[in-house]
């Protein structure tokens, strides 16, 4: 980015560890989302059913692809904002 | 300058950018469950049918307007600092 100000090697690192931080928020919403809408709570067994399987597969694919959207929303948001000011 | 402009530059403060992108990655990840949460309904394709994505954009927006106008009236008030007036 071309406006980002020097960071120093360890603000570097800070930079990198948020983008891991971030990124681990992000799955750990996406699990607990789709636990919630997939598995069963009665808990009679320790195996995945087929239909449990299937549906987190799913439901993470289509977590991400929310994702995605945002991604491209913020982009755009972004972009827009970023424009001189017509005057 | 505008107030995203600003908020996104940090004016020019390493830390603050830092901790500028921090609340920026936990909003994304807030605005992501939440518009799944509301939106997706349907678990039986892998895609989002066309509802579910017109719901998502729809609430992307909305809730990135609304997070927009609340920081600009946390810094009013909180800060003292209106961002919109402020010289760049």
């Not at chain 1, 919630?36 to 087929?50: A, F, P, R, T, V």
């Not at chain 2, 908020?7 to 990840?29: E, K, L, S, Y």
């Not at chain 2, 579910?52 to 003292?80: H, P, Q, V």
């Amino acid at each position: 980015m071309a406006f980002t100000p020097r960071l120093s090697s360890s603000q570097q690192k800070q930079m990198e560890q948020l983008e891991l931080d971030v990124m681990q928020d992000m799955y750990n919403r996406l699990s607990e989302a789709c636990r919630n809408k997939c598995i069963s709570k009665s808990y009679d067994e320790g195996e995945l059913s087929k239909a449990e399987s299937v549906c987190l597969d799913r439901c993470a694919a289509k977590y991400l692809e929310v994702y995605e959207r945002v991604g491209k929303k913020l982009t755009a948001m972004y972009t827009a904002q970023m424009q001189p000011p017509e005057k | 300058m505008s107030m995203f402009q600003q908020g996104m530059m940090g004016g020019q403060d390493p830390q603050a950018v830092i901790n500028n992108m921090r609340q920026f990655g936990t909003m994304f990840n807030i605005v992501t469950e939440e518009c799944f949460q509301r939106c997706v309904y349907s678990l039986t394709d892998s895609s989002l049918k066309n509802d579910e994505s017109k719901c998502a954009d729809d609430c992307i927006s909305k809730n990135f307007n609304a997070s927009n106008r609340t920081m600009i009236m946390f810094m009013k008030e909180k800060l003292g600092q209106d961002p919109l007036t402020q010289p760049g």
